[in-house]
């Protein structure tokens, strides 16, 4: 399983001199096995995405986290949505109230968008998602709710000898005393468990956070004590937010790395970063 | 064991967070999680205890009508929302097991999550004035 990252920014796209090294787009994720692809979120990462044209596999699958705009913005730019010989399944989570079409057309509708999702000339296949197993090509697909403000799910996508966890929005500590130790009561837990990979949100420095306590996001001290609980093997910290430089965030992985003896690997998401499992 | 759902671990959060009883049971009515607060109702730490069967837990007080008379367990709020998955209210007394007696209003409503699933439900017990 090839993971490519197209965007590791969280919120807003942040291109400039200052966020050059670890990327300025929003959230996508490109994983290929056996000539099959899936992208995780369309944030304006997806506008990196290339499918191959000689391929003969005609299908893709989208799979979203969740429908803020960060993790949709992309969609109405990649390629294969306008081209009629693809057939692209996205899939999303479930809404009690509206339908995953009703939603992404509030982006994919004037005036906020051109076109329609009716006249993508694509074959497009709307799935929605819960606590839900399924499959497609080499991959099993498990999806969770998780905490973050909206229906939102995370997933746990395992290939034929590896698993790997993505969690790009996600607070799991939550709460008065942060992250429980007990491992039944940490959301998205089941998805990370013994992961080869885990790709969680990091977005604050843990004094950032004392403020934003609620937002949906994680400081980077939570997603490491997150990432030893559920004993992932390798951990990316993602979602930078917007306002932190190259600088910074190079600043606060030092001092994390300096304030921590965590026995797994870590290190921060870097937009283009390609990393092969098993 | 698998984790809960997101919904039960909000409702286990915002329990941490306030300074009335809450129970919350899975739907068999198992004692999942009880907050401080219901701690001094139970006479028991969750720490200690941690999860309850139901059959365990619904001894550890006795309901009592207006009466004097023990309540059938299916006249009590949080019975009649794990049966039919609806809000309940209602005052009444509970005997603890050292004998000691209270008026307490409890208010239960069922966890029905995302893409409607019930997954359990939460009471709320506050003491209620003596007349």
């Known amino acids: 399983m090839k993971i490519t990252l197209r965007g590791v920014r969280g919120s807003i796209p942040t291109t400039g001199p200052d966020t050059k090294y670890y990327g300025g787009n929003t959230a996508c994720t490109e994983i290929t096995e056996d000539g099959c692809m899936l992208v995780l ?10 499918v191959d044209r000689n391929s003969t596999n005609k299908r893709i699958d989208i799979l979203l986290s969740h429908l803020h705009l960060d993790h949709i913005q ?12 693809m057939e692209i399944h996205i899939w999303g989570p479930a809404s009690s109230t ?11 509708s004037p005036p906020l968008f051109p076109v329609v999702i009716r006249d993508l000339p694509c074959k497009l296949v709307l799935h929605e998602i819960e606590n839900s197993v399924f499959e497609t090509g080499p991959f099993k697909i498990q999806s969770a709710f998780v905490l973050h403000p909206g229906p939102t799910v995370g997933y746990r996508i395992t290939s034929k000898k590896s698993v790997f966890t993505y969690l790009p929005d996600h607070e799991p500590a939550l709460g008065l005393t942060g992250i429980l130790k007990n491992t039944k009561w940490i959301s998205g837990f089941d998805l990370a468990d013994g992961t080869d ?35 992932a093997k390798h951990l990316l910290l993602a979602h930078h937010d917007p306002s932190h430089t190259d600088a910074q965030l190079t600043d606060m992985f030092l001092s994390l790395q300096k304030n921590n003896n965590y026995p797994f690997k870590y290190e921060m998401a870097v937009e283009g970063m390609e990393i092969n499992l098993p | 064991m698998p984790a809960y759902e997101i919904e039960i671990i909000l409702n286990r ?39 309850m069967p139901v059959e365990t837990w619904s001894t550890v007080f006795k309901p009592i009508d207006e009466s004097g008379n023990v309540m059938p367990p299916d006249d009590l709020p949080l019975v009649k929302t794990l049966k039919d998955c609806l ?19 409890v208010t ?24």
């Open chain 1, 41 to 50: 979120d369309g944030g304006s990462g997806m506008q990196h995405v290339h």
């Open chain 1, 197 to 231: 990979l885990l790709y969680h949100d990091g977005q604050y420095t843990t004094e950032e956070y004392k403020v934003r306590i609620g937002w949906g996001h994680s400081c980077q001290q939570d997603t490491l004590l997150f990432a030893s609980l559920t004993g």
């Open chain 1, 74 to 85: 992309g969609l109405g730019f990649f390629k294969p949505l306008f081209d009629p010989n």
């Open chain 2, 13 to 51: 959060q915002l329990a941490d967070c306030l300074s009335i009883p809450v129970f919350i049971t899975d739907t068999k009515g198992n004692l999942i999680y009880y907050n401080e607060p219901a701690e001094e109702i139970l006479g028991q730490r969750y720490e200690e205890t941690g999860e």
């Open chain 2, 87 to 105: 809000p309940y209210h209602k005052t009444f007394r509970i005997e603890n097991l050292m004998g000691k007696s209270e008026k307490i209003s």
């Open chain 2, 108 to 131: 239960s409503y069922p966890i029905i999550g995302r893409a409607n699933r019930f997954l359990g439900a939460v009471a709320i017990f506050w003491k209620a004035k003596e007349e």
């Open chain 1, 98 to 108: 509206r339908s995953l079409h009703m939603r992404l057309s509030r982006y994919l």
